[in-house]
């Protein structure tokens, strides 16, 4: 009985853990706004490039939140196959520190600067920058990466607040 309860714990944690991971895709011909490939600014960490999947969580939490706010998104690789009547949304990550140093901490934090860039038919539309941080997690990958949802989140909501 005991094994039974063991094997079941861990087939609900391991299926927990890979259902995160999934990226909800629209259809694109009706898609009002195509998320282009998140990226990194120059001169970011070649560590935290090679190393964590900030930019996987972004794209993901951004696809997840956008679609439960009722945003018609989905991602696409191509500026080129975008229509003229879409909205392109670019996310980018800009001054990532894996370990921080904050006067308010024991631990050291992790911090990024979102810059979301709506653009139609080449030219940009709007633009904001947000500046998130975490400290709670027990490496800096998974700080990164839960600054990463958390920004996806952000950009989604504020895409809904702006009523694109």
């Not at 259809?27 to 009002?32: M, V």
């Not at 003229?84 to 949304?89: G, K």
């Not at 996806?152 to 909501?157: D, L």
Request: charge should be positive.
């Amino acid at each position: 009985m005991l094994l039974r309860i063991i094997v079941i714990s861990i087939v609900m944690v391991i299926s927990a853990g890979c259902s995160s991971s999934k990226i909800i895709t629209g259809d694109p011909a009706t898609a009002k706004m195509v998320l282009l490939p998140p990226s990194y600014s120059e001169g970011t960490n070649v560590n935290v490039v090679n190393e964590c999947l900030m930019l996987q969580e972004v794209k993901s939490s951004f696809l997840t939140y956008s679609n439960s706010y009722s945003a018609n998104s989905v991602a696409s690789n191509e500026a080129s196959k975008i229509r003229t009547d879409q909205f392109s949304i670019m996310l980018q990550f800009e001054n990532v520190a894996s370990n921080a140093f904050s006067i308010h901490s024991f631990r050291p934090i992790s911090e990024a600067t979102l810059v979301v860039s709506i653009m139609k038919n080449g030219e940009l539309v709007d633009k904001v920058s947000k500046n998130i941080n975490s400290k709670m997690a027990f490496t800096a990958c998974g700080r990164l990466e839960k600054i990463a949802k958390t920004s996806g989140k952000y950009a989604a909501k504020w895409l809904r607040k702006k009523g694109y």
